[in-house]
Every structure is written in C-alpha cells, then in structure tokens.
T-cell receptor, first 112, second 113 residues
Framework: DPKIIQKPKYLVAVTGSEKILICEQY?????MYWYRQSAKKPLEFMFS???????DNQTASSRFQPQSSKKNHLDLQITALKPDDSATYFC???????????FGPGTRLTVL | QQQVRQSPQSLTVWEGETAILNCSYE??????FPWYQQFPGEGPALLIS?????NKKEDGRFTIFFNKREKKLSLHIADSQPGDSATYFC????????????FGLGTTLQVQP
C-alpha cells in the first residue's frame, strides 16, 4: 500500500482559478514538505512543517498556502493560478530526528 | 546559481558496466547527501545517502564516494541493469530545523541491454 498519497494525480486548471492539492502520509512522520518540479529546473523546496507548524517558507508568493488539518495531512492551496504554476508538486515526509525524506508520487498541475 | 551541480546531464552505458554519476556542491555547511532515483511519472525514491563525516557508503550495487575537501561526490552503479534506467538526483541538506533538501538537475541514465 502506498505510504504517501497525493491526490489528484493529474489536475488541469484555468488561469485565475483556485485548486487544492492533497497529501496524506501513513508513515507516522511528524515533518512534512512540499516541493515543486518544473521543466529544466531542479526539484525546488517550497514549505516545511513540523508537528503541523510552519517551519520554513521558500515560496515568494502568498498564492501558495499549505494547510495542515491533521498531523498526517499537508494540503497545498493555490489561488489565482497562472500558467507558470504548471509543474509537478511533490509532498514529502520525514520522521523527526531522522535524515531521510520520502516523497509521494506527485500531482501534475497544468494551468491553461 | 546552482548550489548542487550534477554531471553528466545524460549517460548511456551497456548492461553490466559501472555507471558513474557525479555531483559537486558549493556550500560547506551541507552535511547530508541523499541520492534519489526517479522513473517517469513517479516521485523521487530515496536510493542511498551519505553523511559528510564518511567518505564511502555502499548498498548492494550502489556506492557513494565522497570527497569533502573537493566538495564532490559520485554515485557508482555496478553491474548496471536496464531496470536502472532512470533519472538520478543528488541532493544536499541544509543544516537547520527544516531539513530542507537542495537538489541538482539530475542525470538521466540509460542502460542498454
């Protein structure tokens, strides 16, 4: 069974709309992350949460808002979508005290 | 600028050969270096990792060689198999509470049967 679930797998949105990307992990980890992978760019860190609290935000735009309703959930709300937001978004998690980060399968977002 | 650099961008080897993937970095404060393997349409999967206090880490056919003085590391894949064909990412950890990872652009490996 997959330990990190991301929904949906694919998402198409129109410019200006709002979408929520879902991430749930069943690894018992307390730290969760969002990364973005765009064409010709390295995998890029966006946010980190620990025990449901924001630890670091490397995203310049306030249009990206993580939401942690449960300790094993970290969703990503994106508002006022732009074509440049088109990318694959990966959720990751880590057990506090460990080094290893584990990634989910990703949500591929296309903004038209 | 890229804090983690990988070379070559793409690599083709024959089945059974050893593939060597290179990585270099700028920041002396990096202390943990994982390698991830990614197949098309999937998320990066942790393959093997090394701490900066070590100079070598082995796990089966995969070996990391680490040179702290030169700020370089390499991933050696021995006895390459067609199933190893994937993109490999070198990453580095930024010390601190967030444990965020900084990734290179990746090396795409093709293993020819």
């Amino acid at each position: 069974d997959p330990k990190i679930i991301q929904k949906p797998k694919y998402l198409v949105a129109v410019t200006g709309s709002e979408k929520i990307l879902i991430c749930e992990q069943y690894l018992g980890h307390n730290a969760m992350y969002w990364y973005r992978q765009s064409a010709k760019k390295p995998l890029e860190f966006m946010f980190s949460y620990s025990y449901q609290k924001l630890m670091d935000n490397q995203t310049a735009s306030s249009r990206f808002q993580p939401q942690s309703s449960k300790k094993n959930h970290l969703d990503l709300q994106i508002t006022a979508l732009k074509p440049d937001d088109s990318a694959t978004y990966f959720c990751a998690s880590r057990r506090t005290g460990d080094y290893e980060q584990y990634f989910g399968p990703g949500t591929r977002l296309t903004v038209l | 600028q890229q804090q983690v650099r990988q070379s070559p961008q793409s690599l083709t080897v024959w089945e059974g050969e050893t593939a060597i993937l290179n990585c270099s970095y700028e920041n002396s404060a990096f202390d943990y270096f994982p390698w991830y393997q990614q197949f098309p349409g999937e998320g990066p999967a942790l393959l093997i990792s090394i701490l900066s206090v070590s100079n070598k880490k082995e796990d089966g056919r995969f070996t990391i060689f680490f040179n702290k003085r030169e700020k370089k590391l390499s991933l050696h894949i021995a006895d390459s198999q067609p199933g190893d064909s994937a993109t490999y990412f070198c990453a580095a950890r930024v010390t601190g509470n967030t444990r965020k990872l900084i990734f290179g652009l990746g090396t795409t490996l093709q293993v020819q049967p």
